[in-house]
């Protein structure tokens, strides 16, 4: 039970790392160094001369895989009574909240201000996706009356 609730507990963090991503997918370069193997494709497969149509298959792969591990998840966390489930949520929120409490710290007041409005645009970008959501939910039952 220990180990599939570590598994599930990493996979849960998997969402959150996706909703943090950039909308036009990851950024390289930056401030973190130079553009060096931006055009390889994924890190693991920079060596292997990608062309632009395996870079792209790979990524849908990639994201089929993501999706596949959430759906897994997904099946396990069914599972669980309510309670744990409450339990882990609000573990995974303090755990995450530290997390960008850290990171906060480590920045410079500039920095943080940036920081602090790029968490909020995410913020705004959850509550309009659980929005939606409850909406397609709504749709889906006024279609099952119909």
Do not use: C
Not at 58 to 80: A, S, V
């Amino acid at each position: 039970m220990r180990k599939t609730l570590t598994a599930v507990l990493l996979a849960m963090t998997l969402p959150t790392l996706a909703m943090a991503m950039p909308e036009d997918g990851p950024r390289r370069g930056g401030d973190f160094g130079p553009r060096h193997g931006a055009e390889q494709g994924p890190r693991p497969f920079k060596d292997l001369d990608l062309s632009k149509e395996q870079q792209r298959e790979i990524r849908k792969l990639m994201g089929e895989e993501l999706k596949n591990r959430h759906d897994i998840t997904q099946r396990y966390l069914d599972k669980l009574p309510a309670n744990e489930k409450t339990a882990m949520q609000d573990e995974l929120k303090a755990a995450q909240a530290k997390q960008q409490k850290a990171i906060r710290d480590l920045l410079k007041p500039e920095q943080q201000k940036t920081f602090d409005e790029q968490q909020k645009k995410m913020a705004e970008r959850r509550a309009e996706f659980a929005a939606f959501k409850a909406w397609q939910a709504e749709q889906a039952e006024q279609a099952k009356k119909n």
